[in-house]
């Protein structure tokens, strides 16, 4: 029988990255008694710290002209309509209040001149005025070493290695989570009536991705078995330019944001600049939504490498002016420091979709919240590069602060959490910790194996109704696969790694069948979302799609963006 072990506080956060540390120090500076749940370590862990170069905002010292307004503007036109103009409103009037926030924990941006207080703020492509703030290209690593040393001034625990695997829910009503405690090998059941879901991505299901391993989707499959809606879960951003070979670099970030405008070119198997044959305006405007589509129809096409990528080329480039510890990194995994070629394709890199969220950042179940890239509705069907560290502080921020005060005043009563909802939520978990030491049961690595296979071949970056509906018919039996089959070969559970791949398995399957569900539903193309069976845009489709999980069936609500749609 595996242990359990309760504990008590006023907001659980699940995940460390840069919105779960932001949320935890708001939620805290409202008197509320947050805990802090990340399954790897929070200095190792999360999207924030691979961000290299910038954080956008309009900030005092902006271009002339530039403005908040306009920088809502560009959100929305690279969103192709689909972001939700209230919560896009929220972030590009709030991202410089961010910016000054890390400026008070110890964030020192890179001037726009030695000795200058002004920061210097490069231009990415889709923006209209140059806003990125940048510290080197460890931007993400510098936000989150002050937000880790804020977090540990303020005494707010951290609970390393704790798989969060569901939200207690009792008739409606928001109880805690349950979460796996690697080591110890035992059940723990966090009581509190908030909770906010800081969980990052899922591009791990994908099997080119440029995530970490621990983006395996699991805030969108705990929401979903919580009853939670999702929405935009098909537009799954693809960075276009992931290094495909050598064996060592595969799924590495070829930075084609900043090489581009500096000359960097895109080139066929047979050496041919095919950008102009698309029609698609100059190369250097291109989003990343454009870039990975039209990469995609090239490979598609017979033009790809044997590696199944195209090249870039930085021939005519100063080398000095390539991002150095990308190089250094590129070195150490076999690439030659002088390579003015290298293979790359479109890479799974970030997710728009996500939990619906409203401007304050609830969901649709009273007393949850989400910030991060596991929130849904703000980018729509395509993100513009560098808000996603804006993004995860700013809705950061608003999660910890909202969900702080729901607590205090919903305190939950002293008798504690009823077994019957306990135990619904514990059973599926119990039932594949009794597997571990099974020499029987299948192991979660080929089931990881499968759902990116799938996920690659059918939910892509181009997909087919066809191919969907085969990825949705597997995804559905691979989650009665996993309750049933799945299991650790190892039978002691502290520090048992397989667990840990088995609960996220769950997660992995029910994000993609959300994509894969979603990516059916939408019949035309829009941004990220590429449909080889509905080539063109339809104006019918400029609206959002909310998906819940019912049984094994897709309960879709259509939005209208425009028109306020409360959940």
């Known amino acids: 029988m595996v242990e359990i072990a309760r504990e008590r506080y006023d907001v659980v956060i699940i995940g460390s990255g840069g919105a779960g540390l932001r949320a935890a120090l708001a939620a805290a500076e409202q008197g509320a008694r947050p805990v802090v749940l990340t399954k790897g370590e929070p200095q190792r862990s999360g999207g924030t710290l691979s961000a290299h170069y910038s954080f956008c905002a309009v900030v005092p010292s902006a271009e002339p002209g530039d403005s908040p307004e306009l920088f809502a503007a560009d959100i929305i036109r690279s969103g192709e309509g689909i972001p939700d103009p209230r919560l896009v409103q929220v972030l590009a009037e709030q991202a410089a209040e961010a910016v000054k926030f890390a400026e008070r924990l110890g964030v020192k941006f890179d001037p726009v001149e030695k000795g200058s207080s002004r920061p210097h703020l490069g231009w990415l492509a889709g923006h209209s005025y140059a806003r990125a703030l940048h510290v080197g290209n460890t931007v993400g690593r510098e936000l989150m070493r002050?937000?880790?040393?804020?977090?540990?001034?303020?005494?707010?625990?951290?609970?390393?290695?704790?798989?969060?695997?569901?939200l207690i829910v009792d008739r409606g009503v928001l109880k805690g989570v349950v979460a796996f405690h690697s080591p110890a090998g035992e059940l723990r059941i966090y009581e509190a009536p908030a909770v906010i879901v800081a969980t990052g991505g899922g591009s791990q299901i994908y099997e080119l991705n440029t995530n970490p391993y621990e983006a395996t989707g699991d805030g969108y499959g705990i929401a979903l078995r919580a009853g939670i809606e999702l929405v935009d879960m098909e537009f799954v951003q693809h960075y276009p330019t992931v290094l495909v070979s050598p064996a060592g670099a595969r799924g590495l970030m070829f930075n084609s944001g900043i090489l581009i405008p500096k000359g960097a070119r895109l080139l066929n198997r047979h050496g041919d600049d095919f950008w102009d044959r698309y029609g698609v305006g100059p190369l250097k405007d291109a989003t990343r939504d454009v870039m990975s589509r039209v990469m995609s129809q090239e490979i598609a096409a017979g033009n790809g490498t044997d590696a199944g990528g195209l090249y870039i080329s930085t021939r005519g480039i100063d080398p000095s002016e390539l991002p150095q510890m990308q190089q250094r990194l590129l070195e150490d995994v076999g690439l030659a420091a002088d390579a003015a070629e290298r293979e790359v394709a479109p890479g799974a890199h970030y997710f728009m979709g996500g939990l619906r969220i409203?401007?304050?950042?609830?969901?649709s179940l009273p007393g949850v919240y989400a910030a991060g890239e596991c929130a849904g509705g703000i980018h729509g069907a395509n993100r513009l590069a560098g808000n996603a560290l804006s993004e995860n502080q700013v809705f950061g921020a608003i999660a910890g602060r909202n969900a702080a005060v729901y607590a205090l005043r919903n305190p939950l009563p002293p008798a504690?959490?009823?077994?019957?909802?306990?135990d619904e939520v514990l059973e599926p978990v119990r039932r594949i910790l009794s597997r571990s030491g099974s020499s029987t049961a299948s192991r979660p690595q080929e089931g990881w194996r499968e759902v990116q296979s799938l996920m690659q071949r059918h939910a892509g970056a181009t997909r087919t109704a066809e191919g969907l509906e085969q990825a949705i018919q597997r995804l559905n039996a691979l989650r009665e696969e996993i309750a049933e089959r799945v299991g650790a070969r190892d039978r002691a559970l502290i520090y048992n790694r397989d667990v840990g791949k088995m609960l996220e398995l769950r997660n992995m399957v029910d994000t993609g069948w959300s994509v894969a569900a979603s990516a059916k539903e939408r019949r035309e193309t829009r941004g990220a979302h590429v449909r080889l069976d509905a080539p063109a845009s339809d104006n019918g489709w400029t609206c959002s799609l909310a998906v819940r999980l019912e049984g094994r069936t897709a309960r879709f609500n259509r939005l209208l963006r425009g028109e306020v749609n409360h959940p």
Do not use: C, M, Y
């Open 358 to 363: 409203e401007p304050d950042a609830s969901t």
């Open 416 to 422: 504690g959490t009823g077994s019957s909802a306990v």
């Open 146 to 166: 002050v937000l880790l040393r804020a977090v540990k001034k303020a005494g707010i625990p951290v609970h390393s290695f704790t798989h969060a695997t569901d």
